[in-house]
């Protein structure tokens, strides 16, 4: 296979590793090819996990999700993997993309409050413990009878592992048993209407035992009539059913029933998990559009819920999921005003059984998807926001009075439902806290630590980001991170300074070509700005200016000027606190947040320093301005940390109502401040000596303080930076690779004395030990990063406000900081010999 020259970069990194005697061992980069099969006893685990519980309550049957990637293994790894804690437990293979092959291993864990578990990964199975099949996905048509108009008489039910529906096809024509593809756990099972219905419909289940081999091989009827195992429980009608998707026009929900094609093919049928794929071919929602759509439907063991992941070749508009609306019943709708992380729910319960007892039903959504919740003739109905990738996620499920009663106990109430839902709208929204260590990650961070050793890792984060988004983020590209186009971010801009930073001190072309074509695509002849609103007057738009000044710096072209003086602009006319700090934005009125700092001041400083170069006054008690108004306002005199947010009107809900101070210290608000005040630096003139001692004096009382808050035994930081220990907190990489930075930099430029160096070597190891994960192909990437974390708009500044925003990989607000903490890690140590 060839691979693309991008890579090389990145590969050539790994083997200099081990060429300099600074990685593993030759086996090592072998292993990155075929990482498993040269590993011949049980006894050499392949990575070890330890996972704890989040939530005030225990997470039982609880599903634990790992890649082969993540694993260090290839992704077309073929050989058993056994887990084991203080036993062994099943462990299944499974397809999550649905792309034929699997991709992972699942397995299901009990954890009870505060509790936490360690857990290791084995190749090699052995002997595997008995497990009950607890979950299903079956497709079942008649074969041996023929097509009479549209009924197919005769024949037999078989079973299949995949079904292109025939045209013939309609709803009750007596081909396809219970009319579509059947999932189920041990629970609960569902159908789906393989027809213009396209209705979801629920089986309640009074017994644990798999269902669906059994329902309708004689006939529609037997199964809406109680049997021993249970029944159809539903009555669809003319809506989506419990869970299905479709198309709002604006007034009323369009079911999937304009489809020239329909398929479905089983994608995983085990014991712990299964899943069936559904694709749509020419499904016309509306006039003058069309579009495939293709559906993954998924459950796992022990649950109730269906998860649904979408994708419509092309976009729609809105498109929805409903509940179907019966008479009598209560709608119960979770909380909306949220982050956009979080998960929330809809509901109703009563007596919409087809026996007539009480059923739930119920849909889980995250907050940054839905665009509004409705409802129609038919339907209670959630509309999508359409992403730029034109794809959704959401999850349904069923809770039947009769039910089966599940290890968490009995729903038989409206109040028990919402509380189930609101568990499990938690349960999405915090998954359990996961440290991953794998033995190849391993093997290549545990070695001695050198200025050279610090730059690869720097370039192999680097290289790895060029291959999965970074010529995505040019203008007309659609950002992979936030699935929607491509504008002038701050994030962009971060990211482009950290290549840059990492080109300075070892110079490649492939990083000054991404930063010239990224950056770049955003600059127009005339200076005008793709993305950039300035009326919007939002202080992150200015971040991305930094790099426009130092390619000004370097091309001296009009247009450069032209685009940096209206961020420049910008800043003269943007509103401030009456001491004349920056609100972060227009819509954030009177409010200073910590972020605004780093992405407004150091472009200030820099600004401010080309024009005093030229020959004009450079303003730089605008830029100590903010400093001084951010250490007066928002540092605890306490503890020395600094609040996230202070509100100068003390109007918002987060804002305390003496103080207008946010309630909690989060690391990445501290680490863009403390990112600031080492940048700025750079561009204050040295006369301005006292402008200057200002600044370092507030390095020098910022470094102990979150020397202090150092994490002892990992040398990384909390995601809440003084509550160490306290449920749901975990070890972060964004504020910690912005701390790293901090001190390497200011202990670089004599700000902070030399005393700090173990401490900067502590962290920096801390970030290749907690956070780096090494892939099979020579790619890493950076774990743990708190993906967003603002305040307004459903962010009350709680510390479960901070716990509930999403865990993610490779967020750039933690590569950005990460690539640079190792360049100047770089030159802190070449200078250390």
Not at 304 to 330: C, F, I, Y
Not at 363 to 379: I, P, S
Not at 383 to 405: C, G, L, R
Not at 595 to 619: N, Q
Request: charged share 25%; proline share 4%; with cysteine.
């Amino acid at each position: 296979m060839k691979l693309s020259s991008s890579v090389y970069p990145l590969l050539a990194a790994a083997i200099a590793l081990t060429a300099c005697g600074e990685a593993t061992d030759s086996t090592a980069i072998k292993d990155q090819q075929r990482p498993a099969e040269s590993k011949s006893t049980e006894s050499e685990s392949i990575a070890r996990l330890q996972l704890a519980n989040p939530s005030a309550f225990p997470r039982l049957d609880e599903p634990v999700y790992l890649s082969f990637r993540e694993l260090g293994l290839g992704e077309d790894y073929a050989e058993p993997l056994a887990v084991r804690g203080e036993g062994q437990l099943p462990v299944q293979r499974v397809d999550r993309d649905a792309d034929g092959s699997a991709d992972g291993i699942l397995f299901l864990v009990d954890l009870q409050v505060d509790e936490k578990i360690d857990l290791k990964i084995f190749p090699g199975s052995g002997e595997q413990p008995a497990v009950d099949k607890r979950t299903q996905a079956e497709i079942s048509r008649k074969t041996g009878g023929k097509w009479v108009d549209r009924k197919y008489l005769g024949g037999y039910f078989q079973n299949v592992s995949e079904l292109d529906v025939p045209p013939e096809h309609t709803d009750h024509s007596q081909f396809i048993r219970y009319e579509g593809p059947g999932i189920e756990s041990d629970l609960v099972g569902y159908r789906v209407y393989l027809d213009w219905r396209n209705g979801f419909d629920i089986f309640g289940k009074k017994v644990r035992e798999p269902v669906l081999q059994d329902v309708g091989q004689d006939g529609f009827e037997s199964y809406h009539h109680m049997a021993d195992w249970g029944m159809d429980i539903l009555k669809v009608g003319d809506a989506l059913g419990v869970g299905g998707y479709g198309y709002w026009d604006g007034e009323k929900v369009v079911r999937v029933s304009d489809v020239q094609d329909w398929s479905a093919k089983i994608v995983d049928n085990g014991e712990l998990y299964s899943s069936l794929n559904i694709e749509y071919k020419g499904w016309k929602p509306a006039e003058n559009k069309q579009a495939d759509l293709s559906t993954v439907l998924s459950m796992r063991a022990g649950s109730r819920l269906v998860e649904v992941n979408g994708q419509a070749s092309e976009g729609l508009g809105a498109l929805v999921a409903g509940l179907v609306k019966h008479p009598d019943t209560k709608l119960i709708v979770g909380d909306l005003d949220i982050n956009g992380g979080a998960w929330t729910y809809i509901g109703t319960w009563g007596q919409q059984s087809l026996d007539g007892s009480d059923l739930g039903i119920g849909l889980l959504v995250q907050k940054k998807t839905v665009k509004k919740v409705t409802e129609d003739e038919h339907n209670q109905v959630v509309v999508f926001k359409q992403p730029a990738t034109n794809d959704f996620n959401y999850y349904f499920t069923a809770a039947w009075a009769k039910e089966v009663e599940s290890r968490h106990g009995p729903i038989t109430s409206a109040g028990q439902f919402e509380t189930y839902l609101a568990r499990e709208a938690e349960k999405l929204t915090m998954p359990l806290r996961k440290r991953l260590t794998t033995v190849l990650s391993e093997a290549q961070t545990q070695q001695p630590l050198s200025a050279d050793v610090a730059l690869r890792w720097s370039q192999r984060l680097a290289d790895s980001e060029l291959e999965r988004s970074t010529y995505q983020l040019a203008f007309g590209g659609v950002d992979p991170h936030r699935k929607r186009p491509a504008y002038f971010e701050y994030t962009t801009g971060l990211l482009m300074q950290a290549y840059d930073d990492l080109n300075r001190v070892s110079p490649e072309p492939h990083y000054a070509d991404a930063v010239e074509k990224v950056m770049g695509s955003f600059v127009n002849e005339d200076g005008s700005i793709n993305g950039y609103v300035q009326s919007k007057y939002n202080i992150d738009s200015i971040n991305a200016g930094k790099m426009l000044l130092r390619m000004l710096e370097r091309n001296g072209k009009d247009n450069y000027e032209t685009a940096v003086a209206t961020l420049r602009e910008q800043l003269e006319h943007h509103p401030r606190t009456t001491a004349g700090a920056f609100w972060h934005k227009k819509i954030y009125p009177h409010q200073v947040w910590l972020d605004g700092v780093y992405m407004g001041i150091p472009f200030l400083a820099h600004y401010e320093k080309m024009r005093a170069e030229e020959g004009g006054e450079g303003d730089f008690d605008e830029v100590l301005a903010e400093f001084k108004v951010v250490r007066e306002k928002l540092r605890d005199p306490q503890t020395g940390l600094y609040f996230h947010a202070w509100d100068e009107a003390k109007e918002q809900d987060w804002a305390d109502k003496e103080s207008g101070l946010s309630a909690n210290f989060w690391s990445r608000g501290m680490g863009w401040m403390a990112m600031a005040l080492v940048d700025v630096l750079d561009y204050i003139p040295e006369e301005n000596t006292e402008q200057r001692q200002y600044l370092i004096d507030m390095i020098n009382e910022l470094a102990p303080v979150l020397e202090k808050y150092q994490d002892a035994e990992s040398g990384t930081w909390y995601q809440v930076a003084d509550k160490a220990g306290a449920r749901g907190n975990y070890l972060e990489a964004t504020g910690s690779s912005m701390f790293t930075y901090f001190f390497a930099k200011a202990i670089n430029n004599g700000y902070l004395p030399d005393s700090y160096v173990p401490l900067a070597k502590k962290s920096y190891q801390g970030l290749l030990d907690q956070f780096i994960q090494v892939h099979a192909d020579g790619s890493v990437s950076l774990t743990n990063n708190c993906e967003v974390a603002g305040l307004g708009f459903g962010r009350d500044g709680s510390y479960r406000y901070y716990m509930s925003e999403p865990v993610i990989d490779d967020d750039l607000k933690g590569v950005g900081p990460f690539i640079m903490a190792g360049a100047e890690m770089y030159k802190l140590l070449n200078k250390q010999g």
